[in-house]
């Protein structure tokens, strides 16, 4: 299948067309197409504070000290908020990798919400951008947009990695996203998001402070359950952009230079088996070679044996096949038939 076929697959799963906009979408979404200065200080501000929050980390452990119940609540509020996106914003919305029923749906979305990285439309609309011209000019995020030099490609990577979230003009929900802009509940969750901003960051501390029944588990929940976790789980995220597009295995063939980066996979959730999503971009499995751990395909699977997922597409061993580079010496996972 040639990368001009494999793209018109992709838009016909997702429910979208890259080439036009739809008059057909709902207005009442707040996605304009361009980026305010306020927004970008805004972007500035929980891009910032939550890095910083890192570079402090161990002089506070050593001051204030991190309890188990910090660590418990950190964990919890991560694995949520990573597989809300992992799950929810790009296999599920993004790519139709499989139909969640509505529960399932709204959790999901609330959930990656809770990652702090912009509305779930523009989440989509951006990543779905990214697979149109991945690695070519009008790709939002490619590290190599400045060239293969050393110097071009550390601007690049920075401008993957967290630069291109500054940039002034927007991708547009209505010709990238006019699926959910069509759906009530992914409009409304969208459009709620400053409050679960809110959420992500006060319910750790409060918890915390519950838990301990004191201030100071509080605000020690408030600084790793909040701001630190909120910081790993962009990183992560941003890592896939920056780091899983410049090095990395290429098993299988792509009309890009995504490549499969080992030490990111379980922090992502399986999402740094990147080189076979963007192979594959509609599978619900990325991790489909031996030995690659893929939590949220296992949890995909998951939600399919309780019925609250349908339409499943797992990828089918005939298929990988014939992407892969050296079929004689690429073993696939048990999993995949």
Not at 89 to 102: G, I, L
């Amino acid at each position: 299948m040639t990368a001009i076929q494999d793209l018109a697959e992709e838009q016909a799963l997702t429910g979208h067309a890259y080439a036009a906009a739809r008059s057909d979408a709902s207005p009442s979404v707040v996605a304009p197409e361009t980026q305010s200065l306020a927004e970008r200080i805004a972007v500035g501000v929980f891009v910032a504070v939550p890095l910083l929050a890192v570079l402090l980390a161990i002089p506070v452990a050593w001051g204030w000290g991190i309890g188990v119940s910090d660590l418990v609540i950190a964990a919890v509020f991560y694995t949520v908020a990573a597989h809300g996106i992992t799950l929810g914003f790009h296999r599920a919305f993004t790519h139709r990798s499989y139909t969640p029923n509505r529960p399932l749906k709204i959790a999901l979305a609330v959930a990656g919400s809770l990652a702090v990285q912009g509305p779930v439309i523009r989440w989509v609309s951006d990543h779905r951008k990214h697979h149109a011209f991945s690695d070519a000019e009008g790709d939002p995020h490619s590290p190599w947009k400045y060239g293969e030099s050393f110097r071009g490609l550390t601007k690049g990577f920075f401008h993957a990695h967290v630069g291109w979230l500054f940039d002034e003009e927007q991708t547009p929900a209505q010709r990238y996203a006019p699926d959910l802009l069509k759906d009530a509940d992914i409009v409304r969750i969208s459009n709620q998001f400053r409050m679960w901003v809110a959420v992500t960051l006060i319910a750790p501390a409060v918890i915390g402070g519950l838990v301990t029944w004191s201030w100071h588990g509080a605000l020690t929940a408030f600084f790793w359950a909040s701001l630190v976790r909120v910081a790993l789980v962009h990183h992560v995220t941003w890592s896939i952009n920056s780091v899983c597009h410049i090095w990395g295995r290429h098993p299988f063939r792509t009309r890009d230079r995504a490549g499969n980066v080992a030490w990111l996979s379980l922090l992502s959730g399986g999402e740094s088996w990147h080189n076979l999503h963007h192979a594959d971009p509609t599978s619900a499995r990325h991790g489909a070679l031996r030995g690659q751990v893929d939590t949220t395909a296992a949890m995909i699977g998951l939600f399919e044996r309780r019925g609250w997922a349908t339409d499943v597409r797992w990828p089918r061993a005939e298929r990988l096949r014939s992407r892969m580079v050296d079929p004689e010496h690429t073993r696939l996972s048990r999993r995949v038939r």
